[in-house]
T-cell receptor, first 111, second 114 residues
Framework: DTAVSQTPKYLVTQMGNDKSIKCEQNLGHDTMYWYKQDSKKFLKIMFSYNNKELIINETVPNRFSPKSPDKAHLNLHINSLELGDSAVYFC??????????FGPGTRLTVL | AQTVTQSQPEMSVQEAETVTLSCTYDTSESDYYLFWYKQPPSRQMILVIRQEAYKQQNATENRFSVNFQKAAKSFSLKISDSQLGDAAMYFCAYAGAGSYQLTFGKGTKLSVIP
């Protein structure tokens, strides 16, 4: 029943590791997004895919790489994790320019 | 670039009372959308209300309503008959028409006092 789901919900890892966060939506939306929410709760867009095509690519370290195997999935892979990557990462989806529906978030802690 | 400003980092309201959260934005576009999202302690982002800039009528969703002043670039959220479950972070957000980019304000933390 979940509209936008993310796995895992919590991720604790060591500096230097590589990790992935998966996102799936069952709303039939054509656009998906990744946001980062920092410790001060500020939300900033990182990437967006429309019909599997990258349309938004904000200034994000190239250690972050999104991958969209199909319209319903958008994964985020992070290489060489750093302490500053600790944050909550949200996936979202929308149909065209309409309101975005968010997943439950993934809290990433880098030790 | 568009900016969204929420000038109240924290607000509190007595249960059953009314509270208004402020939001201003800066844009040179004439057509756009504005949103209020709620983030309770569960951290789930929930859409509360949406306003299209071309509509003069203020949006309303049950106890939630907005005061949209296009000329002043102001978009405040009014919560009537506040309930304990309304306690959350509230984010104002802007999207230009034809744009996938959603720009958020820094949020207002609302506490509801029983």
């Amino acid at each position: 029943d979940t509209a936008v789901s993310q796995t895992p919900k919590y991720l604790v890892t060591q500096m230097g590791n590589d990790k992935s966060i998966k996102c799936e939506q069952n709303l039939g939306h054509d656009t998906m997004y990744w946001y980062k929410q920092d410790s001060k709760k500020f939300l900033k867009i990182m990437f967006s895919y429309n019909n599997k095509e990258l349309i938004i690519n904000e200034t994000v370290p190239n250690r972050f790489s999104p991958k969209s195997p199909d319209k319903a999935h958008l994964n985020l892979h992070i290489n060489s994790l750093e302490l500053g990557d600790s944050a909550v990462y949200f996936c979202a989806s929308s149909f065209n320019y309409n309101e975005q529906f968010f997943g439950p978030g993934t809290r990433l802690t880098v030790l | 670039a568009q900016t969204v400003t929420q000038s109240q980092p924290e607000m509190s309201v007595q249960e059953a009372e009314t509270v208004t959260l402020s939001c201003t934005y800066d844009t040179s576009e004439s057509d756009y959308y504005l949103f209020w999202y709620k983030q309770p302690p569960s951290r789930q982002m929930i859409l509360v209300i949406r306003q299209e800039a071309y509509k003069q009528q203020n949006a309303t969703e049950n106890r939630f309503s907005v005061n949209f002043q296009k000329a002043a670039k102001s978009f405040s959220l009014k919560i009537s008959d506040s309930q304990l479950g309304d306690a959350a972070m509230y984010f104002c957000a802007y999207a230009g028409a034809g744009s996938y980019q959603l720009t958020f304000g820094k949020g207002t933390k609302l506490s509801v006092i029983p």
